[in-house]
Protein backbone atom coordinates (compact mmCIF):
# COMPACT_ATOMS: atom_id res chain seq x y z
CA UNK A 1 0.00 0.00 0.00
CA UNK A 2 1.34 3.82 -1.09
CA UNK A 3 1.94 6.18 1.40
CA UNK A 4 0.07 9.52 0.47
CA UNK A 5 2.25 11.58 -1.23
CA UNK A 6 3.60 15.09 1.39
CA UNK A 7 2.12 18.30 -0.30
CA UNK A 8 4.52 20.86 0.70
CA UNK A 9 3.39 24.02 2.11
CA UNK A 10 2.85 27.01 0.41
CA UNK A 11 5.35 29.59 1.89
CA UNK A 12 3.74 32.75 3.18
CA UNK A 13 3.12 35.70 1.51
CA UNK A 14 5.67 37.31 3.55
CA UNK A 15 8.54 34.85 1.73
CA UNK A 16 7.36 34.01 -1.08
CA UNK A 17 4.42 36.58 -3.44
CA UNK A 18 2.05 35.04 -6.12
CA UNK A 19 -0.05 37.07 -8.77
CA UNK A 20 -2.84 37.58 -6.32
CA UNK A 21 -1.09 39.29 -4.08
CA UNK A 22 0.60 41.82 -6.40
CA UNK A 23 -2.43 41.75 -8.18
CA UNK A 24 -4.86 43.28 -5.28
CA UNK A 25 -2.87 46.53 -5.12
CA UNK A 26 -4.82 47.61 -8.36
CA UNK A 27 -7.46 48.00 -6.05
CA UNK A 28 -5.52 50.08 -3.95
CA UNK A 29 -4.22 52.37 -6.82
CA UNK A 30 -7.40 52.68 -8.53
CA UNK A 31 -9.30 53.62 -5.74
CA UNK A 32 -7.27 56.28 -5.35
CA UNK A 33 -6.39 55.65 -1.08
CA UNK A 34 -2.88 54.86 -1.71
CA UNK A 35 -1.04 57.69 -3.05
CA UNK A 36 -1.40 61.32 -3.91
CA UNK A 37 -3.11 62.88 -6.94
CA UNK A 38 -0.46 64.72 -7.69
CA UNK A 39 2.33 62.80 -10.00
CA UNK A 40 5.03 60.77 -7.85
CA UNK A 41 7.57 61.95 -10.76
CA UNK A 42 6.17 65.47 -10.07
CA UNK A 43 6.96 65.63 -5.97
CA UNK A 44 10.01 63.50 -6.46
CA UNK A 45 11.67 65.50 -9.22
CA UNK A 46 10.55 68.65 -9.32
CA UNK A 47 7.56 70.38 -11.89
CA UNK A 48 8.89 71.53 -14.90
CA UNK A 49 7.35 72.52 -18.20
CA UNK A 50 7.67 70.29 -21.03
CA UNK A 51 10.01 71.08 -23.58
CA UNK A 52 8.47 68.38 -26.10
CA UNK A 53 5.33 68.22 -27.80
CA UNK A 54 2.59 66.40 -25.65
CA UNK A 55 -0.54 65.03 -25.75
CA UNK A 56 -2.72 68.00 -24.50
CA UNK A 57 -2.68 71.10 -21.93
CA UNK A 58 -3.20 70.50 -18.18
CA UNK A 59 -4.79 73.54 -16.37
CA UNK A 60 -2.42 74.31 -13.03
CA UNK A 61 -4.01 77.91 -12.09
CA UNK A 62 -5.93 81.51 -12.84
CA UNK A 63 -3.91 84.47 -12.46
CA UNK A 64 -4.32 88.68 -13.62
CA UNK A 65 -4.31 88.86 -16.80
CA UNK A 66 -0.93 90.54 -18.73
CA UNK A 67 -0.01 92.31 -21.93
CA UNK A 68 0.69 89.59 -24.56
CA UNK A 69 -1.45 86.70 -22.62
CA UNK A 70 -3.71 84.41 -25.45
CA UNK A 71 -7.38 86.15 -24.49
CA UNK A 72 -9.18 83.05 -25.65
CA UNK A 73 -7.50 81.81 -22.36
CA UNK A 74 -9.07 84.63 -20.39
CA UNK A 75 -11.28 82.85 -17.00
CA UNK A 76 -14.56 85.12 -18.00
CA UNK A 77 -16.08 84.13 -14.56
CA UNK A 78 -13.11 84.87 -12.01
CA UNK A 79 -12.81 87.88 -14.58
CA UNK A 80 -16.74 88.72 -13.59
CA UNK A 81 -17.10 88.03 -10.08
CA UNK A 82 -13.54 89.99 -9.11
CA UNK A 83 -13.94 92.73 -12.06
CA UNK A 84 -9.99 92.07 -12.51
CA UNK A 85 -9.22 90.52 -15.73
CA UNK A 86 -8.01 87.11 -14.97
CA UNK A 87 -6.36 84.43 -17.12
CA UNK A 88 -5.66 80.32 -17.27
CA UNK A 89 -2.40 79.26 -16.93
CA UNK A 90 -2.08 75.95 -18.60
CA UNK A 91 1.23 73.39 -18.25
CA UNK A 92 1.60 70.95 -21.28
CA UNK A 93 0.83 67.75 -20.48
CA UNK A 94 3.60 64.94 -21.66
CA UNK A 95 3.65 61.21 -21.62
CA UNK A 96 5.69 60.02 -18.56
CA UNK A 97 6.40 56.44 -19.43
CA UNK A 98 7.39 54.11 -16.38
CA UNK A 99 10.16 51.98 -16.76
CA UNK A 100 11.20 49.56 -13.68
CA UNK A 101 14.03 47.43 -12.74
CA UNK A 102 13.30 44.84 -10.18
CA UNK A 103 16.27 43.15 -8.21
CA UNK A 104 14.94 39.64 -7.45
CA UNK A 105 18.89 38.25 -7.33
CA UNK A 106 19.64 36.04 -3.64
CA UNK A 107 20.81 38.67 -1.38
CA UNK A 108 16.81 40.10 -1.98
CA UNK A 109 15.86 36.75 0.11
CA UNK A 110 16.19 37.72 3.69
CA UNK A 111 14.02 39.20 6.36
CA UNK A 112 14.32 39.35 10.06
CA UNK A 113 10.80 40.81 10.84
CA UNK A 114 7.88 40.40 8.80
CA UNK A 115 9.24 40.70 4.72
CA UNK A 116 11.94 39.58 2.92
CA UNK A 117 13.32 41.98 0.64
CA UNK A 118 12.27 40.45 -2.52
CA UNK A 119 9.00 40.57 -1.50
CA UNK A 120 8.79 44.38 -0.71
CA UNK A 121 10.49 44.96 -3.89
CA UNK A 122 7.94 42.89 -5.54
CA UNK A 123 5.00 45.07 -3.93
CA UNK A 124 6.48 48.42 -4.93
CA UNK A 125 7.21 47.26 -8.15
CA UNK A 126 3.19 46.33 -8.39
CA UNK A 127 2.31 49.56 -6.96
CA UNK A 128 4.19 51.93 -9.35
CA UNK A 129 3.26 49.70 -12.47
CA UNK A 130 -0.50 49.94 -11.44
CA UNK A 131 -0.20 53.74 -10.38
CA UNK A 132 1.44 54.21 -13.99
CA UNK A 133 -1.34 52.92 -15.60
CA UNK A 134 -3.85 54.79 -13.53
CA UNK A 135 -2.08 58.12 -14.98
CA UNK A 136 -2.61 56.66 -18.77
CA UNK A 137 0.77 56.08 -19.15
CA UNK A 138 3.11 53.27 -20.61
CA UNK A 139 4.80 51.04 -18.52
CA UNK A 140 7.40 48.15 -18.40
CA UNK A 141 11.02 47.44 -16.85
CA UNK A 142 13.46 44.49 -15.89
CA UNK A 143 13.02 41.63 -13.32
CA UNK A 144 16.29 39.78 -12.56
CA UNK A 145 17.70 37.18 -10.88
CA UNK A 146 21.38 35.66 -10.34
CA UNK A 147 20.66 33.05 -13.52
CA UNK A 148 19.04 35.91 -15.67
CA UNK A 149 15.97 38.52 -16.69
CA UNK A 150 12.74 38.86 -18.49
CA UNK A 151 12.25 42.17 -20.39
CA UNK A 152 8.60 43.18 -20.45
CA UNK A 153 8.25 46.36 -23.65
CA UNK A 154 6.10 49.45 -21.58
CA UNK A 155 2.88 49.54 -22.89
CA UNK A 156 -0.17 51.15 -21.99
CA UNK A 157 -2.17 47.51 -21.19
CA UNK A 158 -3.43 46.26 -18.18
CA UNK A 159 -2.67 42.83 -19.52
CA UNK A 160 1.40 43.72 -19.76
CA UNK A 161 0.94 44.80 -16.48
CA UNK A 162 -0.31 41.39 -15.27
CA UNK A 163 2.40 39.55 -17.32
CA UNK A 164 5.02 41.95 -15.57
CA UNK A 165 3.56 40.91 -12.09
CA UNK A 166 3.68 37.21 -13.26
CA UNK A 167 7.29 37.68 -14.35
CA UNK A 168 8.12 38.98 -11.02
CA UNK A 169 6.38 35.85 -9.35
CA UNK A 170 8.25 33.66 -11.25
CA UNK A 171 11.71 34.89 -10.43
CA UNK A 172 10.73 35.35 -6.91
CA UNK A 173 9.10 31.60 -6.67
CA UNK A 174 12.45 30.40 -7.61
CA UNK A 175 14.70 31.95 -4.32
CA UNK A 176 13.56 29.40 -1.89
CA UNK A 177 15.52 27.39 -3.41
CA UNK A 178 18.97 29.06 -3.77
CA UNK A 179 21.54 27.08 -1.31
CA UNK A 180 23.88 30.68 -1.30
CA UNK A 181 24.41 34.42 -2.22
CA UNK A 182 25.99 35.09 -4.65
CA UNK A 183 27.60 38.89 -4.41
CA UNK A 184 27.78 39.67 -7.77
CA UNK A 185 28.51 43.31 -8.65
CA UNK A 186 27.77 43.00 -12.48
CA UNK A 187 24.16 41.75 -12.31
CA UNK A 188 23.06 45.54 -11.22
CA UNK A 189 25.43 47.25 -14.22
CA UNK A 190 24.35 44.73 -16.72
CA UNK A 191 20.93 46.18 -15.79
CA UNK A 192 21.54 49.37 -16.42
CA UNK A 193 23.20 48.62 -19.04
CA UNK A 194 20.36 47.38 -20.31
CA UNK A 195 18.19 49.79 -19.37
CA UNK A 196 19.95 52.53 -21.18
CA UNK A 197 19.85 50.95 -24.21
CA UNK A 198 16.48 50.68 -23.97
CA UNK A 199 14.71 54.34 -23.06
CA UNK A 200 15.11 57.35 -24.92
CA UNK A 201 14.21 60.31 -23.07
CA UNK A 202 11.51 62.01 -20.26
CA UNK A 203 11.03 58.62 -18.67
CA UNK A 204 10.38 57.78 -14.89
CA UNK A 205 12.85 54.97 -14.29
CA UNK A 206 12.96 53.04 -10.52
CA UNK A 207 14.91 51.03 -9.46
CA UNK A 208 14.07 48.73 -6.70
CA UNK A 209 17.09 46.82 -5.03
CA UNK A 210 19.21 46.81 -1.80
CA UNK A 211 22.22 48.26 -3.80
CA UNK A 212 24.75 45.68 -2.00
CA UNK A 213 26.29 45.66 -5.56
CA UNK A 214 26.59 49.37 -6.20
CA UNK A 215 29.84 50.77 -7.42
CA UNK A 216 31.63 53.44 -9.64
CA UNK A 217 29.85 51.95 -12.53
CA UNK A 218 26.55 51.48 -11.02
CA UNK A 219 27.16 55.42 -9.96
CA UNK A 220 28.24 56.74 -13.54
CA UNK A 221 25.87 54.30 -14.96
CA UNK A 222 22.68 56.39 -13.19
CA UNK A 223 24.11 59.20 -13.49
CA UNK A 224 23.75 58.91 -17.73
CA UNK A 225 20.16 57.41 -17.13
CA UNK A 226 19.43 61.00 -15.24
CA UNK A 227 20.77 63.16 -18.52
CA UNK A 228 17.37 62.60 -19.74
CA UNK A 229 15.16 60.92 -17.46
CA UNK A 230 13.58 60.80 -14.00
CA UNK A 231 15.33 58.26 -11.99
CA UNK A 232 14.26 57.16 -8.44
CA UNK A 233 16.20 54.56 -6.45
CA UNK A 234 13.97 52.42 -3.79
CA UNK A 235 16.51 51.32 -1.23
CA UNK A 236 15.44 47.55 0.57
CA UNK A 237 16.64 47.20 3.78
CA UNK A 238 15.94 44.71 7.32
CA UNK A 239 16.14 45.80 10.46
CA UNK A 240 18.90 43.90 11.03
CA UNK A 241 21.09 46.05 8.56
CA UNK A 242 20.80 48.30 10.74
CA UNK A 243 21.47 46.60 14.46
CA UNK A 244 21.98 43.34 14.93
CA UNK A 245 20.64 41.35 18.21
CA UNK A 246 22.28 40.40 21.40
CA UNK A 247 24.23 37.57 21.91
CA UNK A 248 26.67 35.31 20.20
CA UNK A 249 25.57 34.93 16.83
CA UNK A 250 26.67 32.36 13.18
CA UNK A 251 26.52 34.08 9.92
CA UNK A 252 26.49 32.64 6.91
CA UNK A 253 26.21 33.09 3.00
CA UNK A 254 26.09 29.58 1.98
CA UNK A 255 29.66 28.72 1.92
CA UNK A 256 31.68 30.82 4.74
CA UNK A 257 30.63 31.30 8.55
CA UNK A 258 31.64 34.11 10.94
CA UNK A 259 31.26 34.47 14.84
CA UNK A 260 29.63 37.59 16.01
CA UNK A 261 28.97 39.25 19.22
CA UNK A 262 27.94 42.61 19.58
CA UNK A 263 29.26 43.47 22.93
CA UNK A 264 32.97 42.52 21.25
CA UNK A 265 34.87 45.40 20.79
CA UNK A 266 31.74 47.65 20.25
CA UNK A 267 31.20 45.82 17.28
CA UNK A 268 27.48 45.96 18.09
CA UNK A 269 27.14 49.98 17.89
CA UNK A 270 30.69 50.13 15.30
CA UNK A 271 28.14 48.39 12.94
CA UNK A 272 24.93 50.37 13.42
CA UNK A 273 26.97 53.68 13.42
CA UNK A 274 28.24 52.68 10.45
CA UNK A 275 25.02 51.69 8.61
CA UNK A 276 23.51 55.24 9.42
CA UNK A 277 26.35 56.95 8.26
CA UNK A 278 25.99 55.07 4.94
CA UNK A 279 22.42 56.00 4.55
CA UNK A 280 23.20 59.64 5.14
CA UNK A 281 26.48 59.41 2.88
CA UNK A 282 24.58 57.58 -0.26
CA UNK A 283 21.62 59.84 0.22
CA UNK A 284 23.80 63.02 -0.18
CA UNK A 285 25.29 61.85 -3.00
CA UNK A 286 22.67 60.44 -4.70
CA UNK A 287 20.97 64.09 -4.62
CA UNK A 288 23.57 65.68 -5.95
CA UNK A 289 22.71 63.97 -9.09
CA UNK A 290 19.11 64.84 -8.54
CA UNK A 291 18.36 61.38 -7.81
CA UNK A 292 16.06 60.74 -5.14
CA UNK A 293 16.38 58.12 -2.81
CA UNK A 294 13.31 56.52 -0.67
CA UNK A 295 14.36 54.31 2.17
CA UNK A 296 11.82 50.87 2.51
CA UNK A 297 12.12 48.61 5.75
CA UNK A 298 11.23 45.19 5.44
CA UNK A 299 9.24 45.33 9.19
CA UNK A 300 6.15 47.19 7.65
CA UNK A 301 3.58 47.02 4.46
CA UNK A 302 5.53 48.84 1.82
CA UNK A 303 2.25 51.02 0.85
CA UNK A 304 2.42 52.23 4.22
CA UNK A 305 5.57 53.89 3.97
CA UNK A 306 5.18 54.78 0.41
CA UNK A 307 2.19 56.87 1.31
CA UNK A 308 4.09 58.83 4.41
CA UNK A 309 7.00 59.06 2.09
CA UNK A 310 4.66 60.94 -0.43
CA UNK A 311 2.68 63.50 2.18
CA UNK A 312 6.27 64.04 3.59
CA UNK A 313 7.14 65.18 0.16
CA UNK A 314 3.97 67.09 -0.89
CA UNK A 315 4.34 69.02 2.97
CA UNK A 316 8.29 69.57 2.18
Known sequence: MFGK???IPQPPLEVVTTLP????????VQSGRLLPRRPVYSILAGQHASKL???GLDFEEVRVYSAGDDIRNIDWRVTARTGETYSKVFNEEKERPSFIVVDQSSSMFFGSKR???SVSA????AIGAFYTLKRGDRVGGLIFDDEGFDYVVPKRSKSLVQHFMQCIVNRN??????REVRQNSTLLNNMLRKTLSTVTHDYVITIISDFTM????TRQHLKVLRGHNDVILIHLYDPMDGTLPEGKLLFSEGRHQIRWENDHKNWGEKYSQGFEAWKVEISDEFRRYGIPLVFISTELPVEEQIMK???QMLQG
Open 173 to 178: SKLPAR
Open 214 to 217: IDNE
Open 309 to 311: TMN
Open 5 to 7: RKT
Open 53 to 55: RGR
Open 122 to 125: AHAA
Open 21 to 28: DLMRFEFL
Open 115 to 117: FVK
